[in-house]
């Protein structure tokens, strides 16, 4: 496939490879973590959030999640930093949108208070979201570069 | 992969996605903070975006006053760079926060204030939390149904200890509606706040006139221990300008919290300009501040607005009238056919739709003390009229023990009369109550709180259906309108 290059706002910036998981709606954080935050699951993180067609029932461990932004509950915050803590955060989350108030706060104090950096980069457009699918080979840069094939 | 079913979870799907606490039923999508960025756009040539830093804030930053208050800086000033924030401003007033509830889920949390209470760091007042999330003694529990609670929030002491140490005021100050006169935290207009509690910023800005955010849970402690919080959204003259005027033109007093839902589903989290029930509310007083607060938490739960604007009755709008109106702002006008489309289109998400209904929570966010009499005035004459006895189903009024002990004071009588008929007073929270693992499968809330409804399974009821459903246990045949 075709490389192609999108430019983002680097608000946890880094450097990381691999395979694209995509999200095409808002990620519920609390709905797609609650095995590891509620049920004691420790070794994968399952996404459990039955509306999200794209996620649900995938292990997302590690991910480099492409997604608009996080919704849901006020605790979203808090269960990235929780899965951050246990090992089992994405590697990097993807905005298409603005980073929301609830991803952003668990985000930077995850980086700054727990030493887990989950790489973030906001503002990369509608564009982004419906060049990237899930699987394909995806490169994230430090200045906030994203290139998809 | 096993799933611990005898933790919170039931194990099913079905019944677990009302489980959480504040799941997002629309999947709305917006910053959270009450303050649209969706203008924003990012430009790779320009330098990132920072804010300025005073001398002693700089020095902050760089540890001069210790480890731990440089990390909550430096997390503060982060945040802020975020959402395009100018500067830090020092705030006033007293906290608030939504942290009440200790789980797995706010472990990190609770593991970062536990850093900063070691440092000897403090909020910079007294503060006031929203309710504890259980309420033991109060509202008829199985002890099978105990249990399921203390294992749902099993690190609820430790956040509660913790709390203490970064200067929360005693317990019974705990609850969602801080400002009212009872509990006395009630901002003076232009005071600069970092509260979370999405109602009770709502409040706050609107009625009060106060300035803050709606702060993600767990930022605005780091803001209140610092004492200073972003300048940027509500907080400044920009922000709190409506981009929406709302025309409400129904023929009779809507119900409130409808009226909220259907303004916080249109603008999502813009401000609103709301025009056309002064006729309703005639000024800020100990009756209308309930209906003020019932329709902003549904304009801050179906939306995620932080701030709106009432004609010639909220602080804002009566100092600059429609000058707050953004130029080529949009109109949204809401009638009673509006108001039917709004109300018909909630959903039953009973896991038997056809179920009777078994409690009844009226009071989210906590009822006032006029609220209070209001509620006790009816069904206390609701059952007179009809020589009844005791109420069908039980009626739960939350409220804060600060107002639940004025309302006794003043009317022990009709307190009473309603716990006799079956009536309970607790000051914990309809949706943390309503996130019992399982308790969905056995148990169906109706309720006359659009938050509550969206939060939980609920079922929404007009106060006059609630009422008839209180006496007779039964669904009305048009519940739904």
Same mark, same amino acid.
């Given at each position: 496939m075709a490389k192609q290059t999108f430019h983002g706002r680097p608000i946890l910036p880094g450097k990381?490879?691999?395979?694209?998981?995509?999200?095409?709606?808002?990620?519920?954080?609390?709905?797609?973590?609650?095995?590891?935050?509620?049920?004691?699951?420790?070794?994968?993180?399952?996404?459990?959030?039955? %509306?999200?067609?794209?996620?649900? @029932?995938?292990?997302?461990?590690?991910?480099?999640?492409?997604? $608009?932004?996080?919704?849901?509950?006020?605790?979203?915050?808090?269960?990235?930093?929780?899965?951050?803590?246990?090992?089992?955060?994405?590697?990097?989350?993807?905005?298409?949108?603005?980073?929301?108030?609830?991803?952003? @706060?668990?985000?930077?104090?995850? /980086?700054?208070?727990?030493?887990?950096?989950?790489?973030?980069? %906001?503002l990369l457009g509608q564009d982004f979201l419906d060049a990237v699918n899930t699987g394909d080979p995806i490169s994230v840069h430090e200045d906030g570069t994203v290139e998809i094939g | 992969m096993t799933i611990n079913t005898a933790s919170i979870l039931t194990g099913d799907e079905k019944f677990d996605k009302h489980l959480e606490i504040g799941p997002d039923p629309h999947g709305a999508m917006c910053t959270g903070t009450g303050h649209s960025r969706a203008h924003v756009k990012h430009d790779p040539a320009a330098p990132a975006h920072k804010m300025k830093l005073t001398k002693e804030e700089q020095d902050i930053m760089a540890g001069k006053k210790g480890d731990v208050l440089a990390k909550v800086m430096k997390t503060v000033v982060q945040y802020g760079e975020v959402f395009g924030a100018d500067?830090?401003?020092? #705030?006033?007033?007293?906290?608030?926060?939504?942290?009440?509830?200790?789980?797995?889920?706010?472990?990190?949390?609770? %593991?970062?204030?536990?850093?900063?209470?070691?440092?000897?760091?403090?909020?910079?007042?007294?503060?006031?939390? %929203?309710?504890?999330?259980?309420?033991?003694?109060?509202?008829?529990?199985?002890?099978?149904?105990?249990?399921?609670?203390?294992?749902?929030?099993? #690190?609820?002491?430790?956040?509660?200890?913790?709390?203490?140490?970064?200067?929360?005021?005693?317990?019974?100050?705990?609850?969602?509606?801080?400002?009212? $006169?009872?509990?006395?935290?009630?901002?003076?207009?232009?005071?600069?706040?970092?509260?979370?509690?999405?109602?009770?910023?709502?409040?706050?800005?609107?009625? #009060?006139?106060?300035?803050?955010?709606?702060?993600?849970?767990?930022?605005?402690?780091?803001?209140?221990?610092?004492?200073?919080?972003?300048?940027?959204?509500?907080?400044?003259?920009? +922000?709190?300008?409506?981009?929406? #005027?709302?025309?409400?033109?129904?023929? /009779?007093?809507?119900?409130?919290?409808?009226?909220?839902?259907?303004? +916080?589903?249109?603008?999502?989290?813009?401000?609103?300009?709301?025009?056309?029930?002064?006729?309703?509310?005639?000024?800020?007083?100990?009756?209308?501040?309930?209906?003020?607060?019932?329709?902003?938490?549904?304009?801050?739960?179906?939306?995620?607005?932080?701030?709106?604007?009432?004609?010639?009755?909220?602080?804002?709008?009566i100092d600059q009238g429609r000058n707050l109106l953004v130029k080529g702002y949009q109109t949204y006008v809401i009638d009673d056919a509006e108001i039917d489309r709004v109300r018909k289109a909630y959903p039953n998400l009973w896991s038997k739709t056809d179920a009777k209904p078994t409690r009844v929570f009226v009071g989210c966010p906590h009822n006032s003390f006029h609220q209070l009499y209001d509620w006790g005035m009816k069904v206390t004459h609701a059952l007179a009229n009809r020589g009844q006895a005791k109420v069908a189903i039980p009626l739960h009024l939350f409220c804060s023990p600060l107002v639940f002990d004025h309302f006794l004071d003043e009317h022990s009588e009709l307190v009473r009369d309603l716990k006799r008929v079956g009536v309970n007073f607790t000051n914990t929270c309809p949706l943390t109550f309503a996130g019992i693992p399982g308790i969905t499968e056995t148990e169906f809330f109706i309720t006359n709180s659009n938050k509550t409804r969206e939060y939980t399974n609920a079922r929404f009821l007009n106060d006059g259906a609630l009422l008839e459903t209180v006496l007779t246990g039964e669904m009305p045949a048009d519940a739904d309108l």
């Open positions: 990381v490879e691999g395979s694209a998981t995509v999200s095409r709606i808002g990620l519920n954080t609390l709905s797609t973590y609650k095995p590891v935050m509620f049920a004691g699951v420790t070794d994968k993180a399952i996404c459990s959030d039955g %509306d999200n067609k794209d996620l649900y @029932g995938k292990d997302i461990t590690g991910a480099i999640l492409c997604l $608009p932004q996080t919704i849901g509950s006020t605790t979203g915050g808090f269960v990235l930093m929780g899965v951050a803590k246990l090992g089992l955060a994405p590697r990097a989350m993807l905005f298409a949108n603005h980073a929301d108030s609830l991803a952003t @706060g668990g985000l930077l104090m995850a /980086d700054i208070w727990m030493d887990k950096r989950i790489i973030t980069i %906001d | 500067k830090l401003v020092d #705030l006033g007033g007293n906290p608030h926060t939504v942290l009440m509830f200790g789980n797995d889920s706010v472990a990190p949390i609770i %593991d970062i204030f536990n850093q900063c209470a070691d440092a000897g760091l403090k909020a910079y007042a007294p503060y006031t939390l %929203d309710p504890r999330p259980n309420d033991l003694y109060n509202l008829e529990t199985t002890p099978e149904m105990q249990y399921k609670i203390q294992q749902c929030y099993n #690190l609820q002491d430790e956040i509660e200890k913790v709390h203490l140490r970064l200067g929360a005021k005693n317990m019974n100050y705990w609850s969602c509606t801080c400002y009212w $006169p009872e509990v006395g935290n009630a901002p003076k207009q232009g005071t600069y706040l970092a509260w979370s509690e999405s109602s009770a910023v709502n409040y706050s800005n609107s009625v #009060l006139g106060s300035r803050s955010n709606r702060n993600s849970g767990g930022l605005e402690m780091l803001c209140n221990i610092l004492g200073k919080a972003p300048n940027f959204g509500l907080m400044t003259d920009e +922000g709190r300008k409506a981009k929406w #005027l709302i025309e409400v033109t129904t023929t /009779d007093e809507p119900q409130w919290s409808v009226l909220g839902g259907a303004i +916080g589903m249109k603008v999502m989290e813009d401000v609103p300009f709301v025009a056309g029930i002064d006729r309703y509310l005639g000024q800020v007083d100990n009756l209308s501040c309930g209906k003020l607060k019932d329709m902003g938490a549904a304009t801050a739960t179906n939306g995620a607005v932080g701030l709106y604007h009432v004609e010639n009755i909220t602080p804002d709008a």
